[in-house]
């Protein structure tokens, strides 16, 4: 069964940085679109942030902006988000998802996936 697993989640502080990794189970990422999504409680999925294939396109939300960077490795087949500054308005569940019919990520957040992870909890807090 194809599959993404995120991994990296947790508790931290405010001002903590966390490490997400998004990992693709029997398909190769590299021809996929990746985006980051998350879902706090009581309210809807929003899209975070998102590559292309070659890592030469990427797109951020306003709120993440300068504070995340999400980046590939495709030899490990792997997409990591990593998150600096956190705050607690970051707390959530973070979803990865795979997307194999787009090129860029110029309106990642409205694509139609393909694949999507189980999702990791992430809580910032004091």
């Known amino acids: 069964q194809l599959q993404l697993v995120e991994s990296g989640g947790g508790s931290v502080q405010p001002g903590g940085s966390l490490r997400l990794s998004c990992a693709a189970s029997?398909?190769?990422?590299?021809?996929?679109?990746i985006g980051w999504f998350r879902q706090a409680p009581g309210k809807e999925r929003e899209g975070v942030s998102c590559?292309?294939?070659?890592?030469?396109?990427?797109n951020y939300a306003d709120s993440v902006k300068g504070r995340f960077t999400i980046s590939r490795d495709n030899a490990k087949n792997t997409v990591y988000l990593q998150m600096n500054s956190l705050k607690p308005e970051d707390t959530a569940v973070y979803y990865c998802?795979?997307?194999?019919?787009?090129?860029?990520?110029?309106?990642?957040?409205?694509?139609?996936?393909?694949?999507w992870g189980q999702g990791t909890q992430v809580t910032v807090s004091s």
């Open positions: 590559i292309n294939g070659s890592g030469g396109s990427t």
């Open positions: 029997r398909f190769t990422l590299d021809y996929y679109v």
């Open positions: 998802a795979a997307a194999r019919k787009y090129y860029y990520c110029s309106d990642y957040a409205r694509y139609e996936y393909d694949y």
